[in-house]
C-alpha cells in the first residue's frame, strides 16, 4: 500500500515558512551603516550607483572586485553580499540569491534572531537546484539552534526520507510531534500520516506498528483505521482464517470496512467460521453503506447461506452454552457466535470461561475478550485482559483494541 504524499518542494514550503528574499533586502537596506575598508567601500559605492541605474551586470562586476579584497573584514564580507543578494533579487537569479546569503552567514554578522530566515531561504534555493545535501545541511543548523522549531524538523524529516535516510526521517518528524504535544499544540494530521507513510514506504519495520497506533491515537477517523489496521495485516502476509476474522473485527468495529472487497472478505470468512449471524451482519453493512449488492449473484447467493443458518444456529445456543461450561473449546466458539450477532456481553462472560482452559489458544481468547469487553463499554477491563496478549499479530491487534477503547 503506497501511502499519499506530495512532493518535498510542496511540504517543504507549506511547513517551513520560508522568508521571501526581497524582505531579507529590506532589512539589509536598512542596516546601520558600518565601517567598511576603503576599497571594498568604493567598489560597493559604485556597485549601487550602477543598480540604482539599472546595470546589474556592471554592479556584479563591482561586487566582484569588493570580493577579491584580500583581508575583508566580518562587515566587509556582509556589506558586499548584500549588495550582491539587491541584485540576485532584481534579476531573479537564484544562484546569485544563495551565494549572496551564504556569504553573509558566513561573515558572521547575521543576528541569531534572522540566521533562521537566512538559512531557510538557502536551504529552500538548495532544494530547487536539487542539492539535497546543502538544503539538509541548512535545516540541520536550524534545528541545532531552535531543537523546538517543529516546522523546520518536519522539513528536516523530509530531506532525509528525500535521501533515503528513512530511519532518520521518521525519528526528526516524531521530534517534531513530541515538541509540538509538549507545547499544547495541536499536532497535524498530515504529520502523523507523514511518519507512517515514511516508515511503511521506506521499510523502517520497528517504526510501523508505532506510527500507525499514535495516528489512529491522535486521529481516529474511519480512513486512519484502514490504513492502520490493513498496513498492520500487511506485515503478516500468512494469516490464518482466524486471525483474518479478528482484523476484519476490529474494522467493522471502527467503521473502517471499506468497498465490496472488505464487506465480502468479512462476510466469507465468517460463514467459513460457522458464523452465519455475523456473515449477516457483514452483508447488510455494505448494502447499507450502498457499497454491496444485493442483486448481484455472489452477494444473494451469500445472503441466503447466512440466512438459512441463522434460526437453527439462535436455536442452538441456549443448550451449547449450557455444555460449554465444562468445554473451553465450546465456550470460545460459543463466545463468537454471541459477538456475531452483536451480544457482546454474553461473548465476554463465555469467553472469560474459555480463559485457561485446555486446547485454548491464550492470545485468542484474550484478544476476543478484550474485544468483547471494549465493545460492551467496559475500557479497564478491556484494558487488562488486552495487555495480557503477546506474540504475533494479535499482539498488534490487542494495540489497537486498547487504542479503540481509549484504554
Known sequence: MKMLSRSLAAILLASAGFAAAPAIAQKTEATKPVKLSKPVQAALAEAQKLQAAGDHPGALAK?????????????????????????GITTKDNKIVEDALTRMLASGRVSAADQPKFLRNVGQLALERKDYNAATKAFEQIVAQNPNDNDALVALGELYFAQKVNGKAVETINRAIASAKASGTTVPEAWYRRVLGIAYDGKVAGAVQPAALALVKAYPN???????????????????????????????????????????????TALGRGLPGEAQYALNEGIAKKMVSPTKPLISEMMKSANSKIPADKASLPGIEKDAKTNPKLALGTGDAYYGYGDFAKAAALYKQAVGGAGVDPSTVNLRLGAALARSGDKAGAATVLG???????EALAQYWMAYAGA
Not at 73 to 83: C, G, I, L, R, W
Not at 388 to 394: F, I, L, M, S
Open 63 to 87: 561586487v566582484a572586485e569588493a570580493e577579491a579584497f584580500p583581508s575583508p573584514t566580518a562587515e566587509d564580507q556582509y556589506m558586499t553580499a548584500a549588495v550582491k543578494l539587491n541584485s
Open 222 to 268: 474511519a480512513v486512519n483505521w484502514r490504513d492502520a489496521v490493513l498496513i498492520t495485516r500487511d506485515s503478516f502476509p500468512q494469516l490464518d482464517e482466524q486471525t483474518t476474522l479478528d482484523f476484519l473485527r476490529l474494522q467493522a468495529a471502527t467503521g473502517s470496512l471499506n468497498g465490496e472487497r472488505d464487506f465480502v472478505e468479512y462476510a466469507d
Open 388 to 394: 495480557q496478549v503477546k506474540g504475533g499479530a494479535r
